[in-house]
């Protein structure tokens, strides 16, 4: 299987702030690799795929960047509609894996 | 606008099948570039990926949940449906249906809102 580690677990920030979320990939995985946005009592939203192509109707504060094993979700200036969980996907493989997620809350 | 619905007990007993329903409107579930996937959450924790099913009828599982899993294609209905046997209290979770796109990146495009199954006797 391959592993998804994303850092940090949690991070407190304000509205305005630029946001970092990073993922490793437990082996290469190209550019295979999707990240989702997921708010309380909801299904997982897809922003971004192929590691850097953003989703339709996506704001474009959000971006993707990374290829191989290490791979960044940037907010560009934080919304208060963007205080959610974020989760990487690889579909590198068959066995489709996730990151553990990322919790953005309000500071 | 592709729209997925899950459906299904929100309560089975250890040790029995938990079944669920997904019925596909807005598009056919019979599309070329498609597969259907089942994913599941459990309360508070991450998402874990169960299964999926082509149009063809073949699938692909998580090994981790070895052969208690059929995932099976209804085209005349646009439905798919997954069963899971002998279910204990680690099988509570909200199972999501979704459609993952071959297009791009295989991402999970379209969810469905997702239903809670809780297995307790």
Same mark, same amino acid.
């Given at each position: 299987d391959i592993q998804m580690t994303q850092s940090p677990s949690s991070?407190? &920030? =304000?509205v305005g702030d630029r946001v970092t979320i990073t993922c490793? &990939? =437990?082996q290469s995985i190209a550019t295979y690799l999707n990240w989702y946005q997921q708010k309380p009592g909801r299904a997982p939203k897809l922003l971004i795929y192929a590691a850097s192509s953003l989703q339709s109707e996506v704001p474009s504060s959000f971006s993707g960047s990374g290829s191989g094993t290490d791979f960044t979700l940037t907010i560009s200036s934080l919304?208060?509609?963007?205080?959610?969980?974020?989760?990487?996907q690889q579909s590198y493989t068959t066995l489709r894996t996730f990151g553990q997620g990322t919790k953005v809350e309000m500071k | 606008q592709v729209q997925l619905q899950e459906s299904g007990p929100g309560l089975v007993k250890p040790s029995q099948t938990l079944s669920l329903t997904c019925t596909v409107s807005g598009g056919s579930i019979s599309s070329g570039?498609?597969?259907w996937s089942w994913i599941r959450q459990p309360a508070g924790k991450g998402l874990e990926w169960i299964g999926r099913v082509y149009t063809s009828g073949g699938t692909n599982t998580n090994p981790s949940l070895k052969s208690r899993v059929t995932i099976s294609i209804d085209t005349s209905k646009n439905q798919f449906s997954l069963q899971l046997t002998s279910v204990t209290a680690a099988d509570t979770a909200v199972y999501y249906c979704t459609r993952e796109s071959s297009y791009d990146s295989n991402e999970f495009d379209y969810w469905g809102q997702g239903t809670l199954v809780t297995v307790s006797s």
């Open positions: 991070l407190s &920030a =304000s490793r &990939a =437990s919304q208060p509609e963007d205080f959610a969980t974020y989760y990487c | 570039g498609y597969y």
